[in-house]
């Protein structure tokens, strides 16, 4: 078993990093915010799952040992493979599935790529038991009809659900509720310096 690896990035793909260890290139797969954050040439520290199947092995990769639970316990979840876990956690940081299993909110993982329906109660089901419930977990604000379609059109234009999130929190409260504005409002969040 592999529990972690690090070294330098030498080079990043829409799904991985290749971190070299020890002069080798090793192929590491990571949710997108972690391979947003290194570039080539920097340094990494990411605790690792290794996943063998039959016609796979593959290292995954994540930087903090929540992040990696967290994973393991998607995996556990039937139907649910390692490039479905790893969605999730690109989309939703380990806080927010936390949040989304305490407070029985389906909707957040159904919004993953990926992820239909049934999936995302089978998700939330079969965490519901093994997520322990901690202390300060706040419920994530219902949403209206027209941010939910605000949500759907932020996502459906690739921003995760992560940052669509953070986009409706910006809006005003006095704010309209015209869709069109909510969105235009959503928009100027991520034009921000």
Known sequence: MIANISGRVLDADDESLVVEVGGAGVQVFVPAPTRNHFQAGSQIFLYTKLVVREDLLALYGFES????????????????GPKLALSVLSSLSAEA???????????VFNRVPGVGKKTAQKILLHLQDRIPV???????AMLTD???EVLAALTSLGYSVVEAQA????????ASQELEERLRLALRYFSKP
């Open 146 to 148: 027209v941010d939910n």
């Open 65 to 80: 040992k929540d992040e990696r639970q967290i994973f393991n316990m998607l995996l556990s979840v039937n139907g649910v």
């Open 97 to 107: 599935v936390r949040r989304a299993v305490f407070h029985e909110q389906v909707e």
């Open 134 to 140: 901690e202390a300060g977990l706040e419920r994530v």
């Open 167 to 174: 986009a409706l929190q910006s809006i005003p409260r006095e």
